[in-house]
């Protein structure tokens, strides 16, 4: 079945390093991938998506391009901050009828200053 | 976008008691889910809830202990039957405005004691 797989945590940054949270996905067809944040204490919000292999989704800073070739949709950053540490989920849906969304494990980023 | 909001926001419960969760959001949707989020876990979907249907539940998660009401297409309750500590954890509703792009509410913080 479909399948969401994220690097494990906790990944721990000094603040203005470089981000990378891998996130790898088995699906069948053409998925919709999603990054989803969890700040502390908080419910998640949407942080960017893409619905089609070679696109970009950015926001915040944060980007991820969607690599259909190696089923990827790893998450960057150029320079993290302090604000940033909270959890990460990447997630994919298969925008066919059925529209739930199948989660990762989530990634707990914790950027030091 | 969707602004969702949750009552209670967070609750300790005696066990065998139940509690139930409203959700309510702030345009008219179609479809709801309810999640539960362990502590440090991902999220695992209990069911999705539409208006004017009964809900449809997912592997593990039965209507008995898990009943669920969608009076309208702004409102939906989850009720946490017969509570055992086992049943500690964050429940979330969410509810989805395009395919795969779904908006959560802040989140409902159980203990059960």
């Known amino acids: 079945g479909d399948s969401v797989t994220q690097m494990e945590g906790p990944v721990t940054l000094s603040e203005e390093a470089f981000l990378t949270i891998n996130c790898t996905y088995t699906?069948?067809?053409?998925?919709?991938l999603f990054w989803y944040v969890q700040y502390p204490g908080e419910g998640l919000q949407l942080l960017l998506k893409?619905?089609?292999a070679d696109d970009k989704g950015s926001n915040k800073g944060f980007e991820a391009t969607y690599r259909k070739e190696t089923t990827s949709f790893h998450l960057e950053k150029g320079s993290v901050q302090v604000s940033d540490s909270a959890v990460y989920f990447c997630a994919l849906s298969r925008g066919d009828s059925n529209y739930q969304l199948i989660w990762g494990a989530g990634t707990k980023l914790i950027i030091k200053p | 976008s969707a602004v969702i909001s949750q009552k209670p926001s967070r609750d300790i419960c005696q066990r065998g008691t139940s509690l139930t969760i409203q959700c309510q959001v702030d345009s008219q949707v179609t479809m709801m889910f309810w999640y539960r989020q362990q502590p440090g876990q991902s999220l695992t979907l209990i069911a999705t809830?539409?208006?004017?249907?009964?809900?449809?539940?997912e592997s593990g998660f039965v209507i008995d202990k898990f009943p669920i009401s969608r009076p309208n297409l702004t409102f939906s309750t989850l009720t946490v039957s017969n509570m055992s500590p086992e049943d500690s954890s964050i429940y979330l509703c969410?509810?989805?405005?395009?395919?795969?792009?779904?908006?959560f509410g802040p989140g409902t913080r159980l203990l059960v004691l």
């Open positions: 699906a069948t067809g053409y998925p919709s």
């Open positions: 969410s509810v989805e405005t395009r395919p795969g792009t779904q908006y």
């Open positions: 809830a539409n208006q004017g249907s009964e809900a449809t539940y």
């Open positions: 893409a619905t089609k």
